[in-house]
């Protein structure tokens, strides 16, 4: 047999494979072409908008010392030294800031001490007054579940802040702190007031030093809670923007 014959259909069939692979080439190419050169705007990449945090209503905090007046310090600590109050160290006064009052009428003492935190709206952490919410609770926990403080007595207060909590109780310690001085009790009170993101602790305390009487409950709750009020005042006045003065009337 003539194997010319033979390559001739081989040929004719080899040769029209190849020619019916060349569209399919053709549209591969003209696929992969239009991917990448002519894409629709579906196949581009969206930017990705990171989510802000809120807003808050206090960006900074008022002097601590300047958060009560005259009258108020001498109505809860008499004879109060420095009348001004004690500016305590602070890691970031934007932040955080405290006021120390001690003052002793006779054998009357009274200390008070004022702390403000404020917080800002965290994505991972939750909204400025969330966190001021939980460090409320966390101020009260403070004193509830110290097992060193006797006859502790918590209620809410309703006409200070968003939220307030306060708690009376009782504590002995040494006044000067060394192991040979003689124990003194000591009536407190811890009044926490949250304002939007900021949180208020008020700590208050009287004790009858040299055998004289112990303060009552009541008197030193009503000016632990008089010093809360009055400081929640003060902070919510720091956001107030003055009022514009009016311009002179024309004479004439």
Known sequence: MDRTALRG??????????????PLLLLVGCSSGSGSDGGT???E??????????????SALPE?????????????????????GETLSSFDTAFSGACLWNGLEQYQYRSLQVALRRFD?????????????EYLRQMAEEVSGDEANGEVEQAELDDAGDEAATLSYTATRTPGG????????????RVVVRTANVVITVDYAGAG????????????????????RAVTETVNASTEQ???????????
């Open 9 to 22: 259909p081989a040929r004719v069939a080899g040769r029209a494979l190849a020619w019916t692979a060349v």
């Open 121 to 133: 709206s965290d994505v991972a952490l939750g909204s400025g007054d969330e966190r001021a919410g």
């Open 209 to 228: 030093l040299e055998g004289d009487d112990m303060p009552s409950a009541d008197s030193i709750r009503e000016a632990a809670e008089t010093a809360a």
């Open 178 to 189: 060394e192991e040979d001085d003689e124990e003194q009790e000591y009536r407190q009170q």
């Open 45 to 58: 990449p969206r930017e990705s908008v990171a989510p802000e945090p809120e807003p808050v209503r206090f």
């Open 64 to 84: 601590p010392c300047a958060t009560l007046n005259e009258d108020v310090i001498g109505e809860v600590v008499p004879e109060a030294d420095p009348a001004g």
């Open 242 to 252: 003055p009022a514009e003065e009016e311009p002179p009337a024309d004479e004439g």
């Open 41 to 43: 705007q579906d196949d």
